[in-house]
């Protein structure tokens, strides 16, 4: 799936090797032979960078004093066919399995098992290379990348290979600052390689974490990994469910991600993540206008676009007020102010109802002769709770008093309400004739915030 980045991590890094390479005279030593160049014999070989913490002065290099372990090495570092380079390396590591060069033939045999295709091969020879040199981040990288790609490919065993991600990708961080330089390798190069490597740990940090749902270190962990890496959708995509799986939900940076993972999506899931994205934003808008404009800056993967929350309840009260007056409000309306509004908006509306005959259809949650418990709503019908207290002046005739559960239209007139929990008192209640009634009116939740 990430071929190419691999390779290049582990080009980059093995490259830099190769470019000091050369045939040393008597008495110097060199450094490991790559891409078929050999040392002098007996002289010595100088370790890999990698795994190494910086010294005031250097450190005595290895050298192969046996000449039979020489040519081995030697003759197996020479292969130019990648089958005949793998049997010399395995042949070299396990005749001498306490060479000096043990490190290096490990680091050249993971090399070529990866550049042959063979990512199991890959994956064991790096986890022995990591069991010889903790802090070989090559190595690291490679078991880190691999571990997370194939658990997020569906392996069966995809909840030990996070774990195992994580604890590489932890160790390759806490190694890269003894990760030095090789000689001959230009500060770009060497910055890169460090970048790639730096985003193939956090990337397993932060995938394993969010399993886990630990939010906290999966967030910062993934992010700097799409930082690097912005149009990689294994990572984009888990960035934005770590954002809104917090709580509360950063939907600010959640919703961008959402809307860039749409856009990075492969063809086949591009709809159903874009269908995702979508919902969130109206989920936190309360509405989808300037979804359009968002999503095509995350598909231009220009700057990010801030997004306008929905309007707090207070607010949403006074626009109700502003584009309906009380007396043509429905009573879900007349609840959502009542409970949400300002002050001000509260007592706009209720000086407008309170004492004026009201007749409407609700549902009976229970009664008295003389006063009867009423669901107004539709969210309170479904709920079975009362919203309306309906008092009556005489009591009513027992063969009239309608079933609980059982639709009725009534009359009565705003006498007083509490708004949470909300009820309204109604006075002056009267039972109407039965008549096709609207539906009850629907009770207008306040939007997420």
């Known amino acids: 799936m990430k071929k190419i980045l691999l390779t290049v991590v582990l080009g980059i890094a093995v490259g830099t090797v190769a470019q000091n390479t050369s045939q040393p005279a008597q008495g110097q030593s060199a450094t490991p032979p790559a891409q078929g160049q050999t040392p002098a014999q007996g002289q010595s070989a100088t370790p890999s960078a990698q795994g190494q913490a910086p010294a005031q002065q250097p450190a005595a290099a290895p050298v192969i004093k046996d000449p039979a372990e020489y040519n081995a090495y030697v003759a197996a570092a020479q292969q130019t066919d990648a089958n005949a380079k793998i049997s010399g390396l395995e042949a070299f590591l396990a005749q001498y399995p306490n060479s000096v060069m043990k490190n290096q033939a490990l680091e050249f045999l993971m090399q070529t098992y990866q550049q042959a295709g063979n990512a199991k091969k890959t994956m064991d020879t790096a986890t022995k290379l990591v069991t010889a040199d903790s802090c070989n981040v090559r190595a690291l990288a490679l078991l880190a990348y691999f571990d997370r790609v194939m658990a997020q490919g569906g392996d069966p065993n995809a909840k030990q290979m996070l774990a195992d991600g994580k604890k590489y990708g932890q160790q390759g961080l806490d190694c890269m600052s003894k990760f030095t330089k090789p000689d001959g390798t230009s500060d770009a190069d060497f ?3 460090k970048d790639q490597m730096t985003a193939i740990f956090n990337a397993a940090i932060g995938i394993s974490s969010l399993q886990d749902k630990d939010y906290a270190t999966a967030v910062p962990a993934l992010r700097k990994t799409v930082d690097a890496n912005p149009t990689d959708f294994s990572v984009v995509y888990p960035l ?3 954002y809104l799986g917090q709580t509360p939900p950063d939907y600010q940076n959640g919703i961008w991600y959402a809307a860039r993972a749409a856009a990075v999506a492969p063809a086949a899931a591009q709809p159903q993540i874009e269908k995702y994205a979508r919902s969130q934003y109206v989920k936190f808008h309360a509405a989808d206008d300037g979804w359009a404009e968002l999503l095509a800056a995350a598909k231009a993967n220009g700057p990010q676009v801030p997004i306008k929350p929905a309007p ?9 007020i502003a584009a309906t007056s009380a007396e043509k409000m429905d009573f879900a309306t007349w609840e959502f102010v009542l409970s949400n509004g300002s002050q001000e908006d509260q007592d706009q509306v209720w000086n ?14 229970s009664t008295t002769p003389t006063e009867f418990l009423i669901a107004g709503s539709s969210d309170d019908i479904d709920a079975k709770k009362a919203d309306i207290t309906l008092k009556f002046e005489e009591k009513v005739p027992v063969r009239l008093i309608p079933k609980d559960g059982a639709s009725f239209d009534f009359q ?5 309400y509490t708004p949470n929990p909300f009820m309204m008192t109604m006075e002056k209640g009267q039972l109407l004739r039965a008549k096709a009634a609207p539906k009850p009116p629907v009770h207008h939740k306040p939007a997420a915030q």
């Open 312 to 320: 707090s309840p207070a607010e949403q009260a006074h626009n109700m």
């Open 352 to 365: 407008a109802i309170k004492g004026k005959a009201v007749q409407m259809n609700g549902t009976v949650i």
């Open 191 to 193: 910055q890169k390689t």
């Open 240 to 242: 934005a469910l770590a």
């Open 412 to 416: 009565g007139e705003p006498a007083s």
